[in-house]
Nanobody, 126 residues
Framework: QVQLVESGGGLVQAGGSLRLSCAAS????????VAWFRQAPEKEREFVAG????????AYGDSAKGRFTISRDNAENTVSLQMHSLKPADTAVYFC???????????????????WGRGTQVTVSS
């Protein structure tokens, strides 16, 4: 049974940093595409960053470029998201998602991922 568990969220002041982690079980982060999404109240779920089997590379959403870094620990079977220079606009629930058959053209689409964690809240105060 696939399980994704996010951790590391919390309250931080603008300009601060947080590190989110996604612990996976029932799948290997080395062989799955694993991504971070976020969803703010009354907004659509937004792609943040991900590792992809297709193309074997990483990608970032526009809001994350230059501030967030995604990393993977194959031994621990975790994927982390290091976030710097946080802004109030980054306030959201952050979700980890995984899929084995994610293709290049849909990798930023939430519907491409069949497995999801329950999310962790990130709140950035001004």
């Amino acid at each position: 049974q696939v399980q994704l568990v996010e951790s590391g969220g919390g309250l931080v002041q603008a300009g601060g940093s947080l590190r989110l982690s996604c612990a996976a079980s029932g799948l290997s982060v080395r062989t799955y595409s694993v991504a971070w999404f976020r969803q703010a109240p009354e907004k659509e779920r937004e792609f943040v960053a991900g590792f992809f089997r297709s193309g074997g590379n990483t990608a970032y959403g526009d809001s994350a470029k230059g501030r967030f870094t995604i990393s993977r620990d194959n031994a621990e079977n975790t994927v982390s998201l290091q976030m710097h220079s946080l802004k109030p606009a980054d306030t959201a629930v952050y979700f980890c998602a995984a899929g084995q058959s994610v293709i290049l053209s849909t990798r930023k689409n939430p519907s491409a991922y069949p497995h999801w964690g329950r999310g962790t809240q990130v709140t950035v105060s001004s």
